[in-house]
């Protein structure tokens, strides 16, 4: 049973919470310390106990427009979001790659055809 919980000092005037029960109750206004008294919990007590936190629906729901589905489940959701980013940088990178391609249509870097031209010279 969790008998304390450590509190960050620079939000709670109080260091840590003690006297807690087997059930708990944390509520409170928008802006009080719900949250941050729940992740000191799993922060501190994550090892020892299976605790899960709920943050909300964006956490674990995802939506995958090309597929038109949604992505249930936390490390789906990240995964989606890591997916998404890993697009925007292989976007990026093909487009410096068809900036140094020619209009040729044979998808060689002028380096390589320089290259290549080279080498059938020195084979004549």
């Known amino acids: 049973m969790i008998s304390e919980i450590h509190l960050p000092t620079d939000r709670f005037a109080a260091p840590k919470i003690t006297g807690l029960k087997i059930k708990n109750m944390i509520w409170g206004k928008n802006g009080t310390g719900k949250t941050t008294i729940s992740n000191c ?18 956490k674990i ?3 995958d427009d090309k597929l038109d589905t949604i992505i249930l489940g936390e ?37 390589e055809k320089e290259y290549n031209q080279k080498k059938k010279n020195l084979k004549k």
């Open 41 to 58: 919990i799993k922060k501190e007590y994550d090892e020892e106990y299976d605790i899960r936190l709920f943050q909300g629906f964006e």
């Open 61 to 63: 729901v995802g939506r």
């Open 75 to 111: 490390k789906n959701n990240e995964l989606n979001e890591r997916i998404k980013e890993k697009k925007v940088v292989l976007k990026e990178l093909e487009n410096k790659r068809d900036e140094l391609l020619d209009d040729s249509g044979d998808g060689l870097l002028p380096e």
